[in-house]
């Protein structure tokens, strides 16, 4: 059985709602997966008793650190190895779990996941993946926000994740990959962007070619590539995009309406699935509320079921640890 | 009176189109500004007989070569000097009319309007400028992709060029300044970024700091300043975002629906407003139609009353020519 571990004390709403996040997830495993609260182990209890939960599917260890959203990575891995965060990633290295997510500090638990777990020898970044707004079929864009600068052949390994990710949870066989530019053509864009279109166009991947910001949401392609500092800049739009719609719109009560609200609610995503490690890492958003950590909590159990990680690993190279 | 120079064979719906906005532009000038349609003139005549105009405050130019909209803009300045859109560009350089529209191929009229007006002294590089969808008042972004891998200083460049629009466009006095960044610390975001913001805080601009892909559409800043690759991806995405939600909902018949149209349609935004150069360019849409085409020759009549390209001059150093 699967286990995932969950900081219970990371994010805006925490504990309350990653308990409660982690009680609805724990209704739903049919016994395919088990949760691990990671928090001050009286506190986290006791907010299970305040939900009435007693049923199997989840267990506390025992985290009393806490780390503050704003602390530097390096320091929360220096004097918060008894968080929630840390200890959840801890548990996965020594093979007690098989996926962490958190939705705190997400600097802090991308070092975790990198110090912790490693990366593949052939990686030399991992990025955050994100399942995007699409109501032509899913589809997965990478980096969005992990890196910056990219050398070009950091897209290409972007990519290589992206597809794995894509025929292992979609089952979508040999993915299309696009690769967001300014334009169509191949002399388009920024140096960086020129070489790595080169680059992906004898990598083996199903390369469609440049995709442009509109057809992010069109459908275009299955697996978005693009550095970190654009793919940060689009996440961050559409959750103004989807904001400005509710605010102007509210819930919208038609089958377009329901379907739109699916796509565009970044709490049906799963979180920031981070992609190029020794193992399974999501950082949820740091808004999160119940319904948004339950679904982290199963993506991440797709993730490990799938087994994406090692599934990479096989294509890319074997892990450095 | 300002004369604007409109191409009239640019764009998908040229000539039709084209001249059906100058007819409208012509009929709401009131006085102000008159059009002089560049294209071959049979042609064009025999439109605005279609339209049944035989107004005051259009005239036409004979221009009877044809631009392709992939035709590299070298190309075009070397052998379409008698195109709509070279001639267009040609007569502002000649002092017969103060703006120059082209809804055609629009590298070629950043080239024309680059080669035959010439930019400042002291500014590396043209920017594209576009009045943003806001509901909390105007904002203009640049640059929306005219250049690639901007040294920092032309950043500043850019805010310099946005903040005199502002200035004189909205009336707004000291405009607020943002600078697109993956997050509002200033360590945030690539190299070129980061040094960016250092020397915006000592720029004299009212700068605010680094403003998120949200803050895009939360009326944050009055200026919002980018690079080409990252403007142009955020151009494209919102045309998405505009073009997805027509398709999903239609035209909501509510205060918030039409105000979401106003503020969204491209056709209300004026077109690409080129800032930098000596002398008043517009990129209008591929695809626009009459509207579209009024709006930016609105939009190029008040950009040329108010002086805004020689208040620009004043700000950052005398034209080079």
Known sequence: MIKVALDAMGGDHAPSQIVEGAVLAAKESAGLYHIVLCGPEELVRSELSRLGYDGDGISVVD???LVAMDESPMQVL???QNS???VSVGLQKKGL???SVSAGNSGAMMAACLMILGRFGNIARPAIALNMPNH???CVMLDMGANVDEKPQMLVDFAHCGSVYAEAIYGIENPRVGLINMGEEEKKGTEVIQEAHQLLKSSGLNFIGNVEGRDVLAGMADVIVTPGFTGNVILKLIEGFYELHQHLFGHIDTPAGREFEKQWDY???GGGLLLGLNGT???AHGRSDALAVKNAVITAYKLAEAKVS???ALRLGSPSK
Request: aromatic share 0%.
């Open 136 to 138: 032509k079929g899913p």
């Open 63 to 65: 985290a009393p650190e």
């Open 281 to 283: 890492g999501i950082i």
């Open 97 to 99: 779990v098989q996926a």
């Open 310 to 312: 090692e599934k990479i």
């Open 267 to 269: 709490r049906n995503h």
């Open 78 to 80: 220096k004097t918060k």
């Open 84 to 86: 929630g965060l840390v």
